[in-house]
């Protein structure tokens, strides 16, 4: 089982700032995700890479960016907040190798912009 | 555009009845099967994933894979209130795509 991490785990914030969602794993998994998810609905990609300086747009248009310098760290930006980034952000990973595209999750952040 | 269809629920079942959850997918190149369970308010987790066509047991849950009519079902024996939740259906195209498309979900109530 994969040990992911992810801080902060509630953030209230106001609008036009910049916020970072943190994510890292220490299973020295090469891919990694981000989905977001509002209340009730299905998981959107966002952000992916298969490796460190490696980073995909997933199929959610999204105003944020990420970047990938180390293997185990997988860091989310919003540059400028606004209402419409409320939602929970969750992070994954899953191992190098065919067959193992078993994802693994982290707890996740909910995120409040008012 | 790739596709995995679940049917929403609520579905409804009795303390101690089987379960069963059903999940289509629209590419047949689809090579790997997975069955998420997730909380209202947390994360998925893994319950178990599929390559082969045929059953798999693991516990009370047995996924099935028919590839040739691109379904796979989760079913879950002697139902308990704590399996309530809401269950993801996820495919990998394999093939060097490590993505998976993701069904919405079936809610599931276990009804004391």
């Known amino acids: 089982e994969a040990d992911i991490y992810q801080t902060p785990r509630y953030l209230v914030i106001g609008t036009g700032k910049k916020i970072t969602l943190e994510c890292s794993q220490t299973?020295?998994?090469?891919?990694m995700y981000w989905y977001q998810q509002d209340p009730g609905m299905e998981l959107h990609l966002i952000h992916y890479?298969?490796?460190?300086?490696?980073?995909e747009k997933g199929d959610l248009s999204s105003e944020s960016t990420v970047s990938r310098i180390r293997t185990e760290h997988f860091p989310l930006t919003l540059e400028s907040a606004r209402p419409s980034h409320t939602s929970q952000y969750l992070c994954?990973?899953?191992?190098?190798?065919?067959?193992?595209?078993?994802?693994?999750f982290g707890p996740g952040t909910r995120l409040l912009v008012l | 555009q790739k596709e995995v269809e679940q049917n929403s629920g609520p579905l409804s079942v009795p303390e101690g009845a089987i379960a069963s959850l059903n999940c289509t997918y629209s590419?047949?190149?689809?090579?790997?099967f997975f069955w998420y369970r997730q909380y209202s308010g947390k994360s998925p987790e893994l319950i178990m994933f599929?390559?082969s066509n045929g059953d798999k047991e693991d516990g009370r849950f047995t996924a099935q894979l028919n590839k040739a009519s691109q379904y796979v079902s989760l079913l879950i024996r002697d139902s308990q209130p704590s399996d309530s939740a809401t269950y993801l259906c996820?495919?990998?195209?394999?093939?060097?795509?490590?993505?998976?498309?993701w069904g919405a979900g079936t809610k599931l109530i276990i009804k004391p």
């Open positions: 994954a990973s899953s191992e190098r190798g065919t067959g193992q595209e078993t994802q693994y």
């Open positions: 299973m020295g998994h090469d891919k």
């Open positions: 890479s298969y490796g460190v300086n490696s980073t």
């Open positions: 590419d047949r190149g689809s090579q790997s």
């Open positions: 599929i390559y």
């Open positions: 996820a495919v990998a195209l394999g093939g060097g795509n490590y993505q998976l498309i």
